[in-house]
């Protein structure tokens, strides 16, 4: 750097250096610089002699990072420097041709964009598996009851494949946000330069086929500093973390004693360090923790971005580390509900005892009433009161007698008591997206052609 005549300041370069983390670039920069020196041969910049020592040279370096044991020079200030001080030292000077055409601005936002579209196709790579054993378990326990909640207090019986395929459809929107985020990283911002463009005519459109890009970026401006597809992902991976949240939060609260609906396999529990007799739901409970996490990943990037300047500044150094930690703990998360998934033991005793009760059809008898000509909501109060008489009795709802019914209502007639048989309340909900064996069985079907469907049109363009 002629420009300078003095060193860095030790504190200004332990700010300043990023290799401790920015070294996961190294096989997309290594794969994106053998690329450029392909678009600079095409345009002479390169002889065949030439592009085949960079080509074989960077290959050297992709192996000696790989290995074990391998460090960074302290010298090394990122990945984009200690990579072509790497190639120096197996094909001498000639390394110092490959910087030709392009500037570490557009050269950084390349590999991450690379990033990104591997690990999108990762995403919902592990989606999918959470997806397919959630049908498995939908499919399984397509007619055990179980509470519905609202407020955590027992409001409305389902089937507990009901139940589950709701996470479903959760992660079937979660894979169409990776998706977003996977296009939105197929425009390739090489060719940007520093701001402006570079002076050479590489054949930018080549060199984009070449790595996998789908297009490129038609303004220099925006491809230097456009960081959207991270922030793309990382929004997919905050929504989707929360969803994980969600599943986890259930899974704690349905394997306590005081629910006892199902129990994790041993291989996703722990025990306690005290008390020998516990086994706790640790995997589910940071599935839960680990949401919030992701979420401050993406607000992190988001801020840093708030109100920058085009087009780079030093601040988009800080894309790497909440990109990198939001792709870490989302892929272990949906790894690791997977996991759980597969193991997960439902008890059907304890969910069937948990929907026998009376209160949960308190909505069934409302619609009776209105099916007789009664205003929902005045049906509303009469069973309201109903369920207060009962309440303060001590007794189950059919366990009031036909009296009690009339001086509520002169609707209310022995078909109240019919109304309140368990498996009623089950199969009147026939509307589609509803809990009932028909409107399920439809849903099943429409969860398996789902899951085919995921991520299916982006193997066949990898392939």
């Given at each position: ?7 860095p ?23 994106q610089?053998q ?34 044991g ?49 690990h ?22 397509r007619?055990?009851?179980m ?8 409001a ?9 395929l709701?996470?479903?459809?959760m ?20 060719g940007?330069?520093a ?27 925006d ?15 905050s ?9 986890g939060?259930e899974?704690?609260i ?9 129990e994790l396999d ?13 086994v706790?739901p ?11 996490r ?12 708030h ?25 272990g ?31 069934e008898?409302?619609?009776l ?32 007698g ?5 001086a ?14 368990r ?41």
């Open positions: 750097m002629s420009r300078f005549r003095k060193d300041d030790p504190r200004f370069w332990r700010l300043n250096r990023s290799i401790e983390f920015d070294a996961r670039l190294a096989p997309y920069d290594i794969d610089s690329a450029h020196a392909r678009g600079l041969r095409e345009i002479g910049v390169l002889d065949d002699d030439e592009l085949e020592r960079i080509v074989s040279g960077l290959e050297n370096v992709r192996e000696r990072i790989g290995q074990a391998f460090s960074f020079d302290a010298a090394d200030e990122d990945i984009h420097m200690a990579v072509e001080r790497l190639l120096g030292e197996e094909i001498g000077p000639l390394a110092g041709k490959l910087h030709t055409g392009r500037s570490r601005n557009d050269q950084v936002a390349t590999d991450v964009a690379m990033v990104v579209q591997a999108s196709l990762r995403a919902i790579e592990l989606l999918r598996a959470a997806m397919a054993r959630l049908l498995e378990q939908a499919e399984a326990h007619d055990w009851p509470p519905g909640y609202t407020h955590l207090q027992r409305q019986p389902v089937y507990l494949g009901h139940h589950l709701a996470y479903f459809w992660f079937a929107r979660d894979a169409l946000r990776f998706e977003f985020a996977l296009e939105s990283a197929r425009v390739m911002p090489l940007s330069g701001l402006a463009g570079v002076n050479w005519e590489i054949d930018r459109r080549a060199v984009a086929g070449d790595l996998g890009f789908a297009e490129i970026s038609p303004n220099s401006i491809g230097a500093s456009n960081r959207d597809f991270v922030l793309d992902y990382m929004s997919a991976a929504i989707c973390s929360m969803h994980l949240s969600r599943l939060s899974i704690v349905w394997s306590s004693s005081e629910f006892g609906f199902c041993e291989s996703f529990s722990s025990g306690s360090s005290i008390m020998p007799q516990k706790n640790d995997s589910a409970e940071l599935l839960r923790a680990k949401s919030p992701v979420a401050a990943d993406f607000l992190s990037l988001l801020g840093t971005m109100a920058l300047p085009l087009t780079y500044g030093k601040d988009m150094q800080e894309d790497k580390e909440p990109l990198f930690d939001a792709i870490e703990t989302v892929e998360c949906l790894d690791a509900a997977e996991g759980m998934l597969a193991g997960i033991s439902f008890d059907r005793e304890r969910l069937g005892a948990a929907s026998g009760d009376e209160m949960l059809a308190a909505t008898v409302a619609d009433l209105v099916r007789k000509g009664v205003p929902f909501r005045e049906a509303h109060g009469i069973v309201g009161g109903l369920v207060r008489d009962a309440v303060e009795r001590g007794v189950a709802l059919s366990e009031l036909e009296e009690d019914l009339r509520r209502s002169e609707h209310l007639d022995a078909s109240f008591y019919e109304v309140l048989r498996e009623s309340w089950l199969e009147s909900k026939r509307i589609e997206g509803g809990t009932g064996s028909e409107p399920l069985a439809r849903q099943l079907d429409l969860a398996r052609e789902t899951l085919r469907e995921v991520g299916e049109e982006k193997a066949e363009e990898e392939l």
